[in-house]
């Protein structure tokens, strides 16, 4: 499966944008998509997943003012970011894989497939 991020973009605090995800080729309802985050001189690091095309998952920094979702008839998963901080300026990858179980959603090497990265900035 390949997949191609977008929307990234400059915005000040207290901002918002939307990225999408589209995926490309073979995959099911139970892929499971999900979107990490690496800032300069950090870990990439989870952000939010769809597991299996079901339930969304978030981490603890963008409960609240972010939205994962996905349509599958447009193989096509979004984040809504509201309510951006500098604290979310970063590289944003999409992910999936067909494979995983609940445990390992929130750890980016247990993903097969990426995207190629869009950069959001917050300015404060």
């Known amino acids: 499966v390949q997949l191609q991020a977008s929307g990234g973009g400059l915005v000040q605090t207290g901002g918002s944008l939307r990225l999408s995800c589209v995926a490309s080729?073979?995959?099911?309802?139970?892929?499971?998509m999900g979107w990490f985050r690496q800032a300069p001189g950090k870990e990439r690091e989870f952000v939010a997943a769809v597991f299996r095309g079901r339930n969304p998952y978030y981490s603890d920094s963008v409960k609240g003012r972010f939205t994962i979702s996905r349509d599958n008839a447009k193989n096509t998963m979004y984040l809504q970011m509201n309510s951006l901080t500098p604290e979310d300026t970063a590289v944003y990858y999409c992910?999936?894989?067909?494979?995983?179980?609940?445990?390992?959603?929130?750890?980016?090497?247990?993903?097969?497939?990426w995207g190629q990265g869009t950069l959001v900035t917050v300015s404060s």
């Open positions: 080729g073979r995959s099911t309802s139970m892929y499971t």
């Open positions: 992910a999936g894989d067909s494979r995983l179980i609940l445990s390992s959603i929130f750890t980016w090497s247990n993903y097969d497939d």
